[in-house]
Nanobody
Framework: QVQLVESGGGLVQAGGSLSLSCAAS????????MGWFRQAPGKGREFVAG????????YYADSVKGRFTISRDNAKNTVYLQMNSLKAMDTAVYYC????????????????WGQGTQVTVSS
């Protein structure tokens, strides 16, 4: 099993920045990729960004390209999401997740999920 713990959410004004962290523990060897998803009230879980654990190759949803950056520190078993130029539409609970799959955009591809952290952007 893999345990994931997110941190770093909060309240920020539109145009501001926040950084999220996701620390992984447990069966790290089983992780092929990590992803960040978000879920706004009344909406489904939406892919935000993903990163391949070994190669570091990254993928982004069109809605966050150029504003968000995903990165990882394999020595710390931690994945980060740097969010800049935040908009009210970015308000959601953000989740990190791990997968053995190479299909990053589908929530169903992920094996383990963190508890989520709230990001609220005021306009």
């Amino acid at each position: 099993q893999v345990q994931l713990v997110e941190s770093g959410g909060g309240l920020v004004q539109a145009g501001g920045s926040l950084s999220l962290s996701c620390a992984a523990s447990g069966s790290i060897f089983s992780i092929n990729a990590m992803g960040w998803f978000r879920q706004a009230p009344g909406k489904g879980r939406e892919f935000v960004a993903g990163i391949m654990w070994n190669s570091g190759r990254t993928y982004y949803a069109d809605s966050v390209k150029g504003r968000f950056t995903i990165s990882r520190d394999n020595a710390k078993n931690t994945v980060y999401l740097q969010m800049n130029s935040l908009k009210a539409m970015d308000t959601a609970v953000y989740y990190c997740a791990s997968t053995r799959s190479a299909i990053l955009i589908r929530p169903g591809s992920y094996d383990y999920w963190g508890q989520g952290t709230q990001v609220t952007v005021s306009s």
